[in-house]
């Protein structure tokens, strides 16, 4: 197997850019099968033409926003309201579970999966018969999707044709208990994915696991399979630094952005009024854009997420928990376990044994340090702490 990469489009060789200028914090939907060299200067033109009437464009990495997504000037403001106390998420997963087995008594999720196996397959040799097998020796490649245009979890580096990030760094641990750690790029093809596509994308087959700042939730849990959690995110909120907001109370009536088919618009569109007015864009980065243009004030997301954003733009702060109440936070509902997600296909033995051979990847990388390694790169310099593997508490 040949190239770095393989593209969303079904290629099976390298990503590459097919368009000069990408513009950064866009979909990935550019990337397309290259040919051996370039066919012509028209070929080019053909495709950056498409993107245009796609309205798509590309994703770079740790590159500046487009033009219309850079800082705007300070603007006068009243004094920040102060914050409210903080109350603690909880994290655990015990107490009675609903009939289906996916929740909990007090709607929250089971964080439980299948049991992590006690020792990995080495690689290269996957059970005979397994789905592993199938991937490994009928297919020779891992189907991925990957958001590309979230950092830190997942962005494309256009200097070095290779997709990074924390979540991309997850799946190609992955892909290398599947076919070793040497070119373990040539047997991975990644598929750009944006919030409101991933259910429908593995519904489709088109990918064996979806590793894209995925929310374990009930409702979730019934349509796919999940690991355990690979990362313990939570609720945040950005705002304008001098806009005077240090609560979810002064949004009250305002427009609060999120991305659409998050668990962050699910949330906020539960609120009792008075409430803020929700607005959702496809892409988490659209809502800044808005923030910026003074179309919203607030957004709300994921501490890793809205810390990729705040990145970007010095005129912002991301506020902690306390900004969203004792009441909000009550129950868990700032709580976003990300887990890796995979397709119920009807091959319930089948299907358990890949999420089993997942969750033993996950337990073996939290174990060697690998996980520490992918945070410290990717998520720490963002959140400014230290990171703890989410098995460490339960593991023997």
Not at 216 to 237: A, G, H, N
Not at 358 to 370: A, E, K, P, Y
């Amino acid at each position: 197997m040949t190239g770095r990469q393989r593209a969303h489009t079904g290629g099976r060789a390298g990503l590459r850019p097919r368009c000069p200028a990408p513009r950064p914090w866009r979909s990935a939907s550019c990337l397309r099968r290259p040919a051996p060299r370039p066919r012509s200067v028209a070929a080019g033109l053909i495709c950056c033409l498409a993107l245009l009437v796609l309205g798509a464009g590309c994703s770079t990495a740790r590159s500046p926003l487009p033009i219309e997504a850079g800082p705007l000037p300070r603007l006068p403001a009243p004094a920040a309201t102060p914050p409210e106390s903080s109350a603690a998420t909880q994290t655990g997963g015990a107490g009675a579970t609903n009939p289906d087995g996916t929740c909990r008594q007090d709607g929250q999720p089971l964080r439980a999966s299948a049991p992590a196996l006690a020792s990995l397959p080495a690689p290269g040799q996957m059970p005979a018969g397994s789905r592993l097998s199938m991937i490994a020796k009928g297919r020779g490649y891992l189907r991925v999707g990957i958001a590309t245009d979230a950092p830190p979890a997942g962005l494309m580096n256009w200097r070095t044709l290779r997709l990074e990030g924390f979540d991309v760094g997850i799946a190609r641990a992955v892909a290398a208990a599947i076919f070793g750690a040497a070119d373990v790029d040539d047997h991975i093809q990644f598929h750009a994915v944006t919030t409101s596509e991933r259910e429908d994308l593995l519904r489709s087959n088109m990918v064996d696991m979806l590793v894209a700042t995925m929310t374990i939730t009930c409702e979730r849990k019934r349509q796919v399979r999940f690991s355990t959690p690979y990362y313990e995110s939570t609720l945040r909120l950005l705002v304008r630094q001098d806009a005077g907001i240090g609560s979810l109370p002064d949004l009250v009536g305002r427009p609060v952005c999120t991305s659409a088919g998050s668990t962050a618009s699910e949330k906020l569109a539960r609120l009792p009024a008075p409430a803020p007015r929700l607005v959702t864009r496809t892409r988490i980065a659209d809502c800044l854009v808005a923030l910026q243009y003074g179309a919203v004030d607030a957004i709300v997301g994921d501490d890793v997420l809205l810390a990729g954003l705040a990145a970007q733009d010095p005129y912002t702060t991301v506020l902690g928990p306390q900004a969203f109440g004792p009441a909000f936070a009550a129950g868990g509902q700032l709580d976003e376990p990300y887990g890796i997600a995979m397709p119920i296909t009807g091959d319930a033995a089948g299907d358990n044994g890949f999420v089993s051979f997942v969750n033993g990847v996950l337990r073996q990388i939290m174990l060697d340090g690998t996980w520490s390694q992918l945070y410290d790169e990717w998520l720490r310099p963002g959140l400014r702490m230290p990171g703890r593997p989410p098995l460490v508490g339960t593991l023997p």
